[in-house]
């Protein structure tokens, strides 16, 4: 089989898909024969995935902070379209803040997505595939979560508890046939990366994500570039495919070696 027909006959489900790394997820798993449910908050993104790649894209809006959400539109999906054999959890929000002035409702809207949010997708779509006896389940955590940054203790924190659980889920599901990992990435040309980007210096703001930045103890990237959206994705769709039947409870780092793997 080639990786062009790597999820031919599969149903893979991925929230935040409506722009970004989400977005070229739904391409990197469709593109390779998948049919996709494609969810986020708004349609606003979703309306041009909508029924391409020969009808094998389904766009549904979803706010994976709502547990009871997540759980009937994954029993919907399943009834409709079959059982999923997939699942890519890419949603995800970042503010930036001191923690001396991070505000309560940042805190907890940051976890309800980033850690929460992960929570309910795996939770709802591994039990339905371990008692299937196989599955696949990738979270898109950050870089972060590895290595201290100033200004992103929240997010830094929500992603380090997302993977986390994910290497639980995955020790729990493992005998089940069910595969658990997540996929770390570092700085990728995306909306939210540009909104950490001072409006106007674009092009500076993003050298100096590539060279670093000592007074705020930040690697660089020692491969000399940002991460495109479809950079990740490719090591979502591996890591979610056959290919790595015997990879689960590992965390991929696709950050250009940013973080020194340390
Ligand atoms: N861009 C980067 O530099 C970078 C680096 C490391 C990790 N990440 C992670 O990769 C993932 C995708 O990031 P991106 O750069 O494409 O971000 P983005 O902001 O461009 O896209 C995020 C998507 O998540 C959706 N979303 C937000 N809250 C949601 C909710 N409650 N329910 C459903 N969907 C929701 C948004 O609507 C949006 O479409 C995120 O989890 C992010 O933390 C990004």
Same mark, same amino acid.
């Given at each position: 089989? &080639?990786?062009?027909?790597? @999820?031919?006959?599969?149903?893979?489900? #991925? &929230?935040?898909?409506?722009?970004?790394?989400?977005?070229?997820?739904?391409?990197?798993?469709?593109?390779?024969?998948?049919?996709? /449910?494609?969810? %986020?908050?708004?349609?606003?993104?979703?309306?041009?995935? +909508?029924?391409?790649?020969?009808?094998?894209?389904?766009?549904?809006?979803? %706010?994976?902070?709502?547990?009871?959400?997540?759980?009937?539109?994954?029993?919907?999906?399943?009834?409709?379209?079959?059982?999923?054999?997939? +699942?890519?959890?890419?949603?995800? #929000?970042?503010?930036?803040?001191?923690?001396?002035?991070?505000?309560?409702?940042?805190?907890?809207?940051?976890?309800?997505?980033?850690?929460?949010? #992960?929570?309910?997708?795996?939770?709802?779509?591994?039990?339905?595939?371990?008692?299937?006896? =196989?599955?696949?389940?990738?979270?898109?955590? =950050?870089?972060?979560?590895?290595?201290?940054?100033?200004?992103?203790?929240? $997010? +830094?924190? =929500? *992603?380090?508890?997302? #993977?986390? @659980? &994910? *290497?639980? /889920?995955?020790?729990?599901?493992?005998?089940?046939?069910?595969?658990?990992? &997540?996929?770390?990435?570092?700085?990728?040309?995306?909306?939210?990366?540009?909104?950490?980007?001072?409006?106007?210096?674009?092009?500076?703001?993003?050298?100096?994500?590539?060279?670093?930045? /000592?007074?705020? $103890?930040?690697?660089?990237?020692?491969?000399?570039?940002?991460?495109?959206?479809? %950079?990740?994705?490719?090591?979502?769709?591996?890591?979610?495919? %056959?290919?790595?039947?015997?990879?689960?409870?590992?965390? /991929?780092?696709?950050?250009?070696?940013?973080?020194?793997?340390?």
């Amino acid at each position: 089989m &080639t990786a062009e027909q790597d @999820f031919a006959g599969r149903f893979a489900l #991925v &929230t935040g898909a409506g722009r970004g790394i989400g977005e070229a997820v739904v391409h990197a798993l469709a593109g390779r024969g998948a049919r996709v /449910l494609a969810t %986020d908050l708004t349609e606003d993104g979703l309306t041009a995935l +909508a029924g391409t790649y020969e009808g094998r894209v389904t766009a549904r809006t979803l %706010d994976v902070t709502d547990s009871a959400a997540v759980e009937s539109l994954v029993a919907e999906a399943e009834a409709a379209l079959g059982p999923l054999d997939v +699942a890519v959890n890419v949603a995800g #929000v970042l503010s930036v803040s001191p923690v001396a002035d991070l505000p309560d409702e940042e805190w907890t809207a940051t976890f309800a997505v980033n850690t929460h949010g #992960v929570f309910h997708v795996s939770r709802s779509v591994s039990r339905r595939m371990a008692a299937r006896g =196989s599955g696949s389940i990738v979270t898109v955590a =950050s870089n972060a979560a590895g290595i201290p940054r100033t200004n992103m203790s929240a $997010y +830094a924190a =929500s *992603k380090a508890a997302a #993977v986390m @659980f &994910t *290497k639980c /889920l995955g020790l729990e599901v493992a005998s089940a046939g069910v595969r658990c990992n &997540t996929v770390s990435p570092g700085s990728t040309l995306t909306d939210m990366q540009r909104g950490m980007w001072t409006v106007g210096a674009e092009e500076a703001s993003a050298r100096g994500v590539v060279e670093g930045d /000592l007074a705020t $103890y930040r690697t660089g990237i020692p491969l000399g570039r940002i991460a495109n959206p479809s %950079d990740i994705a490719d090591a979502v769709a591996f890591l979610a495919s %056959d290919r790595a039947r015997h990879i689960t409870m590992h965390d /991929l780092y696709v950050d250009g070696g940013a973080t020194l793997r340390a």
